[in-house]
């Protein structure tokens, strides 16, 4: 069944308005942050679906075999190998050099990542935690260098997805399985636990092509300090750090961000972004027109076929 | 005694060379980390004084009084809070702003913090360290805002004071005292411990005036990446962090660096630079002229007379 050309299921009333262009506002959430009941069948424990719905996200360690992350790490350096003629246009480089920095849409360019992607330990926990079948919204490999890896402002992926990209509602997660050490000192994923459940409708007008200057530095699109502020002095503030291999799940709505690194330790990860089937995007909600294919999917809605056992070659 | 008028003990012969114009060498140190031997009187005990002979430094809890600590604290307060009118120019505000972002030759501008760089528990320790009476070779006051606190890359103290400042020997030793807490994510010092024992000679020679972009964002001066990346898989890598009141002593030579800050979390420090009387500076081993007083002392040099007892208003 191609369900891609099907109606969307939720209407297109903007249940998140936001890009005013003189003020920022804080709206409740209005959907659900985890959409199942827990049960005993379930791919996370009880005690793991209540910290996600508590905290917007979800550390997990020691979720693969050691040959299936020697497979992962290998493909993704066999992936930055490429010989720059023949890389698709999907592998984006440094400024400056011939090195590859992300290569998106990682699963068609990759048949091992797409099984990652596809697999019980990733689709089949967001499945649960969105209660629907789902697929890949973006999907990429990236690579950050050390000494020069940049910072990442606080954002809200969702806030860009819907202005941006016409996602409806909050039903969507986000899987970053890293595939090197990630300390507390080399930049690791920082996040507000519990600011998945208020929307900041940000203040500024998405000007036309913003994810060319945006994927660089996000200037539209993101809270004011005070309210950063705010959020963090009464939520605290969390860091996602862990060995190769660690699964960080995370709700498209939890503030988080990155501090550079400046560390000798590179840092790399494949992450992968599932929405609900329900959710697939309409017209964006704050934007002239989508972004392109390959950060916000529209034309290639593929329910996956979730896939249990080893990942191997 | 005013011995700045004295001939420098130490001669001019380079021990040090610097600032090659075609490669990085590596120099195996000439001076002693720690210059005296430890006794029963000394102001720090033994197990710590093996330990910043073998790190290059030395991190210190609970060294003052919640009293001290609230004078300090409101001290830098009031200095950043100066009208703009009435600043003198050591003063240094954000480029575009009105904040102030560091205040040099912070002895001369506060009592309260010359008392502090005078006190036992940092002079005193330093002529401890040193085996010599000292004085301040530099001092400031740092606020790095949150949000937006920028990365120091790697280097060694040392490389500049000899290239650019003539300090002939390493016989100085840094004074941090945090005045807000640090943790490990909101950028906090970053050192590689035993990296004091060996002096890297940079390549590049000095620019006329290096100091007025070396500041924001050092350039020369500044050891290889692959250099750092060796240094760092030997020896280890570690983070200086401590709640307000921790006092960071750290030797001229110990590489060291820290990330950018996005947390809302602003970062504050005393920082005091204690030089040996011996080893007051000459004619700059590897630039035209000496850096400005502000950052060298070179017209003021006075021996410290250290003091004991409860730091008061």
Redesign the interface.
């Known amino acids: 069944m191609n369900i891609s050309t099907h109606m969307p299921p939720y209407d297109t009333v903007d249940a998140y308005p936001t890009r005013h262009p003189d003020k920022e506002q804080i709206i409740e959430r209005a959907d659900p942050v985890l959409w199942s009941e827990w049960h005993e069948g379930a791919p996370i424990s009880r005690d793991e679906a209540t910290r996600y719905a508590k905290n917007g996200y979800l550390v997990r360690h020691d979720m693969f075999a050691d040959d299936e992350l020697d497979l992962m790490v290998e493909t993704a350096r066999g992936l930055r190998d490429t010989d720059p003629a023949e890389r698709p246009a999907d592998f984006v480089t440094e400024p400056g050099s011939d090195d590859v920095r992300t290569v998106f849409r990682l699963d068609e360019h990759s048949p091992v990542f797409a099984r990652l992607a596809a697999d019980t330990r990733l689709a089949g926990v967001a499945e649960f935690l969105l209660n629907d079948r789902v697929y890949l919204h973006q999907s990429r490999l990236n690579y950050k260098p050390?000494?020069k890896g940049k910072?990442?402002?606080?954002h809200s992926d969702f806030e860009t997805w819907h202005a941006e990209d016409g996602l409806p509602r909050m039903r969507s997660v986000s899987a970053s399985v890293l595939l090197t050490d990630n300390s507390?000192?080399n930049?690791p994923l920082?996040l507000i636990p519990g600011s998945q459940n208020e929307f900041i409708a940000c203040k500024g007008e998405t000007p036309d092509n913003n994810h060319e200057s945006s994927l660089k530095a996000q200037e539209v699109g993101v809270p004011q300090?005070e309210t950063?502020?705010k959020f963090?002095?009464d939520l605290g503030?969390d860091?996602a750090s862990g060995p190769t291999g660690t699964v960080v799940f995370f709700d498209c709505n939890t503030l988080h961000?990155?501090?550079?690194?400046?560390?000798?330790?590179p840092r790399s990860n494949a992450f992968f972004v599932f929405n609900s089937i329900t959710n697939r995007p309409v017209s964006p909600f704050a934007a002239a027109k989508p972004r392109p294919a390959w950060l916000s999917n529209r034309d290639r809605i593929m329910p996956i076929d979730t896939i249990d056992g080893p990942i191997t070659r």
């Open positions: 050390g000494f910072e990442f402002y606080w507390r000192l930049g920082l300090p950063i502020s963090a002095r503030l860091a961000g990155s501090n550079g690194n400046i560390t000798p330790d």
